[in-house]
């Protein structure tokens, strides 16, 4: 792992587990952020440990699908440069992130590149914003309609099938 955190440039660990106080429309959530870095150009680079798959695809989908990161870029109060999930899978770790300079880490993708229509990931962590906005809004209303981002994801190994009938009208059985 020492060797990936060296092929960044220079930055400093600002906060390890750092508690984050996250306010969205009205709800305030209580989280901890793995860590945080700060690039010598002032921006931060926030980063979330995983053991498991990740895929930064899942915070582009219009009801983001694991918006862990994308509600502490957009809560940060400082400009970010980097959003980044650090897979420390034993024999396979990599970085897997968005930034609008790829070079901040080996494995990171542009946000021009990948995003839809989005140039900056200032302009994306916008576009979190009201994602993050409207599903706050959801919880607020009492909103608990099942609606999975991926029926085969998020179905399959859900402890809570018999009670759920999501499934039937997917072909999922």
Request: hydrophobic letters at 40%.
């Amino acid at each position: 792992w020492m060797e990936l955190e060296r092929q960044r440039p220079p930055f400093a660990v600002i906060g390890r587990e750092t508690s984050l106080d996250c306010p969205i429309n009205g709800i305030i959530l209580r989280t901890r952020a793995d860590r945080i870095d700060r690039l010598n150009d002032g921006r931060i680079v926030i980063i979330d440990y995983k053991t498991g798959e990740v895929n930064i695809s899942d915070w582009l989908t219009d009801r983001i699908a694991e918006p862990q990161l994308p509600l502490y870029s957009v809560m940060a109060g400082e400009p970010v440069g980097a959003v980044i999930f650090a897979r420390i899978k034993k024999g396979r770790p990599a970085w897997a992130g968005l930034a609008d300079d790829a070079g901040l880490a080996p494995g990171l993708k542009e946000v021009a590149a990948v995003s839809r229509g989005h140039e900056t990931l200032e302009a994306l962590m916008g576009w979190w914003r009201e994602k993050l906005d409207g599903l706050a809004a959801e919880v607020r209303r009492g909103h608990a309609t099942v609606s999975p981002v991926s029926l085969v994801k998020s179905c399959r190994y859900c402890d809570l099938g018999i009670l759920c009938r999501v499934s039937e009208g997917a072909g999922l059985e």
